[in-house]
Each structure stands twice: as structure tokens, then as C-alpha cells.
């Protein structure tokens, strides 16, 4: 198994790199669906966050209220400390789960552990990454992008970016820097180059 760590900052460009990669024949192992998964009714990380934030925080349906947590931890960075004490442990088990997993079923699959907080939760110190790469954009690039995609004013944007590790933390992990400042295509032109690359690596 070749294990890649891939990360890059909100709106940089990351998901459009994932995609590609599983398009081109890589496992992906998304951490942020992960993230979903363990705060779903009947987990034991759900009932830790209402006791910790209290009830109001769950919908209706008594599911999590993504918008409303997302709102205070994004404003009160122990908040969102105090939120990741519980997740963090979770995903990072079951992501190396199926790690595992996937390298019991195929000795020669190429997996890219899909993970934001790469960096913020010390992910690269817990799994033998082959190799990190990180998607990069600039600032102002990924603002306009959470302003015109994700329909954010430009302060929640900065805010939601300066709740995240600083680019220069990011990039001094890099194996491979992706540049997603351009347009789409030179993103997946640069992403399919990288899989020649490795997948040749993997062949020999």
C-alpha cells in the first residue's frame, strides 16, 4: 500500500484534487465524511457535544445543527478546541480502520487519506504517510471563492480561514505542493501527473 496524506486549507481547491485521484484509481479515505458519520444520532461523540454545548445545538430531528455549532466554535476558538477534543480521537480511529482494512484487501492500493486539519490535529505524526501533499491558494483567491461558491460574507470567510493552520505550516510538511490558484484544468493537469508518478512507483 502507498499512503498519501492529502490537506490544504478551506476553499483551496482540495476537494476538486480528491475527486480527481479517486477518478484515476485511488481509495480515498475522506476524513470530513468521517466526521459526519461520528456525530450522527445514536454515536457516543453526539451525546459528548450536547452534553458539552448543550441541547440547543441539536435540530429538530434531533440531529446535529451543522450551521449552529459551526457559528460558535468558528467565533470562540476553545470552543472549537473543546469540539475537537471529542471528534478528533474518533475520526482518527476509524480513519485508521480502514486504512487497515484497504491494505488487507489490496497490498497494492494507492490511498489517500483525505484529511483539512492534517496539520491542527498532528494526523502526519499518526499515520506512515509515503507521502503529503497540500493544495495551495492564496488567501484572497479562497475568499472570493467562499464569498462566490459558498455564499459567505467576506468576514466570515476571513474568519473561517484564520481558524485554520497558516499556509506556511502547511506547506513546510509538503512532499508535493498542488498549485490550485488557476483555473480547474491546470489543477487536474498537475494532479495527473503527480498520479504518473506515484502509481509508477507503485508498479515497480
Known amino acids: 500500500m502507498y499512503l498519501i496524506g492529502l490537506t490544504g486549507g478551506i476553499a483551496s481547491g482540495k ?54 455549532l459551526g457559528a460558535m466554535i468558528f ?44 496539520v491542527e490535529a498532528g494526523v502526519d505524526s499518526e499515520h506512515p504517510f509515503d507521502l503529503i501533499v497540500v493544495v495551495d491558494a492564496t488567501p484572497e483567491i479562497r475568499i472570493e471563492r467562499l464569498v462566490e461558491i459558498r455564499g459567505m460574507s467576506r468576514e466570515e470567510a476571513k474568519r473561517r480561514i484564520l481558524s485554520q493552520a497558516e499556509d506556511s505550516d502547511r506547506l513546510a510538511i509538503a512532499d508535493v505542493v498542488i498549485d490550485a490558484n488557476g483555473e480547474i484544468q491546470d ?18
Open 15 to 68: 476537494s476538486v484534487v480528491s475527486a480527481r485521484l479517486r477518478e484515476l484509481g485511488a481509495v480515498i479515505v475522506d476524513a470530513d465524511a468521517i466526521a459526519r458519520e461520528v456525530v450522527e444520532p445514536g454515536q457516543p461523540a453526539l451525546g459528548r457535544i450536547v452534553k458539552e454545548f448543550g441541547p440547543e445545538i441539536l435540530a429538530e430531528d434531533g440531529r446535529l445543527d451543522r450551521a449552529r
Open 75 to 118: 467565533a470562540d476558538p476553545a470552543l472549537r478546541s473543546r469540539l475537537d477534543q471529542i471528534t478528533h480521537p474518533e475520526v482518527k480511529r476509524i480513519a485508521q480502520q480502514r486504512i487497515h482494512e484497504t491494505a488487507r484487501e489490496n497490498e497494492s492500493a494507492i490511498v489517500v487519506y483525505d484529511v483539512p486539519l492534517l
Open 187 to 204: 489543477t487536474l493537469d498537475q494532479v495527473d501527473a503527480l498520479w504518473e508518478i506515484v502509481s509508477g512507483l507503485t508498479r515497480t
